[in-house]
């Protein structure tokens, strides 16, 4: 095809340099970001892609010869567009202005339009026209916006998203998804600001599993968390919604209770306790687990939320130390006690080195001979200011803040260091009973500390007797059991104390290698009176019997006490009736010094 310009300067349409300037010139008019075209005698001669692409054309090619007056909407537009541009044009000024065109489709469109004649002097040689397309124009700055706004959008959601993970984590425990301590607190604060605006009850609730550690010793995290989750579980399906359960961490759990009073909140608590009783299925272990509780209610235990958790908190210690899956409300009292084991607690860390604690020893008597056999070692700690504090008080205090440890090991070598003065002074079968804490039997090493003690003091094992109580068992069996098994092993007697009182199987008993039962003082106490009380101890005495194992009666004070449980077989006894514990110099003098055999 000629190229329709060639028509403007026929003589030169062959020539090559015309040809060259000519795709030059296409190829800089395709270029261009708006329609381009040459119009004469109201026939396209020229344009560029652009226009072809704003007509809905493929090609230039497709516009060239085609009518100008095709391009608007109607001959009418057409017509009296050449009226309005023909002043401008005419005196060689580009005529500018905003029309509607009609493209190939029919489809009418907007566009800014500027024509120029060619020659200002001769229309006849043609016009060019630029065309914008408005309506495109229009079309691409909305989809730009369309994708700016969701490009926002999704930035903005994104950033919700990342806000919400962060308050999540902030704000709720990874583990059960439950309420952590700091979402806990910020309803505990607005818990109280309603109650009190309202004047209603508010009931705060410490929850703590009791043996969790010895599942997660013994079964592994893995499991723990499991039952973690589990309880979790459970516990939020017991409460009303607009209550809280919240995970402070560990087997540590915190109920807020908003309107519910002293017989709401043991409601709940009785159906806490039931929930955390029906069997866990974790893998292939059947697990049940109990609940220790403490309940604290406002506005009588505190005012503010702090206050109320610590309460709680105080009130379940009291629950577990008073035998567990339990619950207990919070009284004042506690809170003296509080304070109270924490001056104890200080004020033991330098009972050692300022030599305040002391040894008191209580005769062992073997009832068929009437002998004594040995004796209980039994600490007295008197400080200067306090007096003399009751081992029933600060043992628990050391066993909580761990001076047991430095203290026990004190207790042992100071008995033991007094066993081998009396085995030196002539009373070589006498045995020493040491009692030892759930604490120390949880430390690995007891067993080596207790081998090197003896071989200090050139005692023999058997010579030893390590008294433990039924729940040391309980809390840790494993670390338990292992040290039992090496302490035996040793040759060193192992009983225990306070039998009937706690809580272990008979099984149990077997496997920790007991070699004495010592029969807890409160049902010897009453053995004058109490007929179930006669029962229990003849039925401990034979089960004992029965087992291997020998028995020592606890709390001995009358004649009649002894005579019953010399009828029972009872081995030994000791108590009030034969002697208190008494410091050494004062026991040799009064009792040992004939009878020991
Ligand atoms: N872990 C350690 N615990 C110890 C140690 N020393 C003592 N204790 C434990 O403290 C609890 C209270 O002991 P204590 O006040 O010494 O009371 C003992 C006896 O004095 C008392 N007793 C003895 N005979 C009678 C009696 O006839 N009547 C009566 N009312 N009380 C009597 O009983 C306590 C016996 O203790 P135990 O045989 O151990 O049960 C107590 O639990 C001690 O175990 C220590 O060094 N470490």
């Known amino acids: 095809m000629s190229h329709p310009l060639a028509a403007l300067a026929p003589g030169l349409a062959s020539s090559t340099a015309l040809q060259r300037i000519l795709r030059e010139q296409q190829a800089l008019l395709d270029s261009a970001g708006v329609g381009i075209a040459f119009i004469r005698n109201r026939t396209v001669l020229r ?59 029919g489809r009418l469109f907007w566009a800014h339009l500027t024509g120029r004649l060619i020659n200002p002097h001769d229309s006849g040689e043609g016009s060019l026209w630029i065309i914008d397309d408005i309506d495109a124009q229009r079309h691409a700055r909305a989809l730009l916006d369309s994708a700016m706004v969701s490009r926002l959008q999704r930035e903005i959601e994104d950033r919700r998203s990342d806000q919400e993970r962060i308050y999540r984590m902030a704000h709720y425990d990874a583990l059960t998804q439950l309420p952590n301590r700091v979402l806990l607190a910020e309803r505990g604060e607005e818990a109280i600001r309603l109650a009190q605006e309202n004047g209603t009850p508010l009931a705060v609730m410490f929850l703590d599993l009791d043996n969790f550690k010895h599942v997660n010793d013994s079964l592994g995290h893995r499991v723990g968390d499991a039952l973690l989750v589990e309880i979790a579980r459970r516990l939020q399906g017991t409460v009303r919604e607009r209550d809280t359960v919240a995970r402070l961490g560990g087997d540590e759990f915190v109920l807020l209770l908003p309107r519910a009073n002293a017989q709401g909140a043991e409601r709940v608590a009785a159906k806490m306790q039931e929930a955390a009783m029906q069997p866990v299925q974790v893998g292939h272990h059947e697990l049940s687990l109990a609940l220790s509780m403490g309940i604290a209610l406002f506005p009588e235990h505190g005012s503010d939320f702090e206050t109320l958790i610590q309460c709680a908190d105080t009130a379940m210690y009291r629950a ?7 619950y207990c409300f919070f009284t004042p009292q506690m809170q003296e006690q509080s304070a109270r084991a924490l001056q104890l607690t200080n004020a033991l860390r330098r009972a050692l080195e300022r030599n305040q604690l002391s040894l008191h020893y209580q005769p062992q008597v073997a009832l068929p001979t009437g002998r004594v056999h040995g004796v209980e070692a039994l600490l007295r700690w008197n400080h200067p200011e306090l007096g003399s504090v009751s081992p029933a008080e600060f043992i628990p205090v050391a066993e909580d803040s761990g001076l047991i440890l ?138 004992a019997q029965a087992l291997g194992m020998r028995t020592t009666a606890e709390g001995v004070e009358t004649a009649d006490q002894l005579a019953f449980l010399r009828e029972q077989g009872c081995d030994e006894a000791q108590g009030y009736y034969f002697s208190r514990p008494l410091p050494a110099a004062e026991l040799e003098r009064h009792r040992l010094g004939c009878q020991a055999a």
Not at 320 to 326: L, P, Y
Not at 428 to 446: E, F, G, Y
Not at 509 to 530: A, C, G, N, T
């Open 47 to 105: 344009c560029n892609q652009h226009c072809a692409n704003i007509f809905g054309l493929a090609s230039p090619e497709e516009v060239v010869g085609r009518s100008s007056e095709g391009l608007h909407p109607s001959r009418d537009a057409f017509r009296e567009l050449g009226r309005a541009a023909f002043p401008d044009l005419s005196r060689g000024l580009a005529y500018r202005t905003k029309r509607q065109l009609r493209r190939s489709d």
């Open 320 to 326: 577990k130390a008073g035998g567990r899956n339990n």
């Open 406 to 543: 430095p203290i026990g090991e004190w207790v042992l070598r100071t008995a033991l260091a007094q066993l081998q003065a009396w085995h030196a002074a002539g009373l070589p079968r006498l045995t020493m009973a040491v009692n030892l804490s759930a604490t120390q039997l949880r430390q690995p090493q007891l067993p080596q500390m207790v081998e090197h003690l003896l071989h200090e003091h050139r005692i023999a094992a058997h010579m030893l007797e390590l008294e433990l109580t039924e729940n040391v068992a309980v809390d840790d069996p494993h670390t338990a059991i292992a040290s039992m098994e090496q302490l035996h092993t040793m040759g060193v007697r192992l009983s225990m104390d306070d039998f009937g009182t706690g809580y272990s199987s008979l099984s149990q008993l077997k496997r920790f290698q007991i070699y004495r039962l010592k029969i807890d003082q409160s049902f010897v106490r009453d053995l004058d009176h109490d007929g179930n009380d006669r029962a229990i101890v003849s039925a401990i005495i034979r089960m």
